[in-house]
């Protein structure tokens, strides 16, 4: 990960940041830049996730994900990558992304970052020499078998009161796959992988011991659901959630529906759903979209009742006010209405009416 010059974009400076040698901008880079709220970018962003293309249109990058060169912690420290990743988008991911911003800002703002931030640093800072071709890194649902596998053998391992730690599982597999990180695994990897932690199953843990489902235990991998399946539950839970954010973020919603449904399901994580249980979530999950559209029209209606009668002290809304006296009673308004006393007249005129 490189850094540039700052480069000032609608009088705001940016540290430009160069990742996998392609120009990248930050979540709240694209706040700033945009004179948006803090959040705005992430929330277009999670809402249109599903529709940019990981390492195409954004890099999801963690504290432990590799860097293309040597970096101390520090280093990378500084650009304020939190515990659960930070996103870094490409030009085609902010292009796809501003979208949703519609103003006559935006569309300045839009071209000067283009031209003057991701051409700019492409076209003289980044380094030219052809790099040798790599294979992507697995995508975090790729890996979800061997995450699963990985989990079999730390539990299985305790029971058998032989302890190992998930880290401890990681380092063998990355000493073994000669990788830094699990993180770092290709997606042809993966097989190989499983079946390191296979063998070690079978020959550090079980020592020729044959468990089968029932006394197995942990749950077998068959009994989760697939990536389809996660899919589809994660689609409706955000789709539930929808115009949720005013409310709450969209991590806080999304932990207490998870919650909702561990308790309804009997269930440790959400993670252990059997697939039998998959259209009862589903059902779940459309009676909260249910309680949340009763939600959003009564507190539409506090709304207008703290506007209308707190707010504006019950008085008439003048502007209807106007409309109705001009067509009903044939009048122009006076430079300075009693408009108290218009609505009495108007009222007047509908009882006698």
């Not at 390492?55 to 970096?71: A, G, I, L, N, S």
């Not at 190989?192 to 020592?207: D, F, H, P």
């Not at 115009?243 to 919603?253: I, N, Q, R, V």
Request: glycine residues 4%; contains cysteine; hydrophobic residues 35%.
């Amino acid at each position: 990960m490189n850094t540039i010059a700052p480069i000032t974009i609608n009088n705001t400076p940016l540290s430009p940041i160069v990742f996998n040698n392609t120009p990248v901008i930050t979540l709240a880079m694209m706040d700033k830049v945009h004179e948006r709220p803090e959040g705005t970018a992430r929330r277009n962003f999670n809402t249109n996730k599903d529709k940019l293309i990981e390492r195409e249109d954004y890099f999801h990058v963690t504290r432990k994900t590799p860097m293309p060169e040597k970096r101390t912690l520090d280093e990378i420290r500084t650009l304020g990558i939190p515990p659960k990743g930070i996103i870094l988008l490409t030009e085609s991911g902010y292009l796809l992304l501003v979208k949703s911003f519609t103003d006559d800002l935006a569309w300045k703002v839009q071209r000067q970052l283009v031209n003057g931030y991701f051409k700019a640093i492409g076209r003289d800072n980044l380094n030219t020499e052809q790099e040798p071709p790599h294979l992507p890194y697995a995508t975090k649902e790729q890996r979800e078998p061997l995450i699963k596998a990985v989990r079999r053998l730390v539990s299985v391992s305790n029971a058998k009161g032989r302890p190992l730690t998930h880290e401890d599982a990681h380092s063998i597999i990355n000493l073994k796959m000669g990788v830094d990180s699990v993180e770092a695994l290709t997606l042809e990897q993966i097989p190989k992988a499983m079946t390191l932690v296979g063998e070690i199953l079978e020959r550090v843990v079980l020592e020729g011991e044959y468990i089968g489902k029932d006394d197995a235990p942990y749950p077998d991998p068959e009994c989760y659901l697939s990536p389809a399946q996660r899919l589809e539950l994660d689609q409706a839970i955000k789709h539930a959630l929808t115009g949720l954010w005013d409310e709450c973020s969209d991590e806080t919603g999304r932990q207490w529906v998870c919650n909702r449904l561990r308790v309804m399901l009997h269930l440790r994580r959400i993670e252990d759903m059997h697939p039998d249980q998959l259209p009862l979530a589903l059902a779940e999950l459309e009676r909260l979209k249910q309680d949340l559209s009763a939600f959003f029209e009564f507190r539409a209606k506090e709304r207008r009742f703290l506007c209308r009668e707190i707010i504006g002290a019950g008085t008439p809304w003048t502007p209807h006010l106007a409309k109705q006296w001009k067509a009903e009673l044939k009048q122009t308004v006076p430079p300075r209405p009693d408009w108290l006393a218009m609505r009495e007249k108007l009222l007047r005129q509908a009882e006698d009416n």
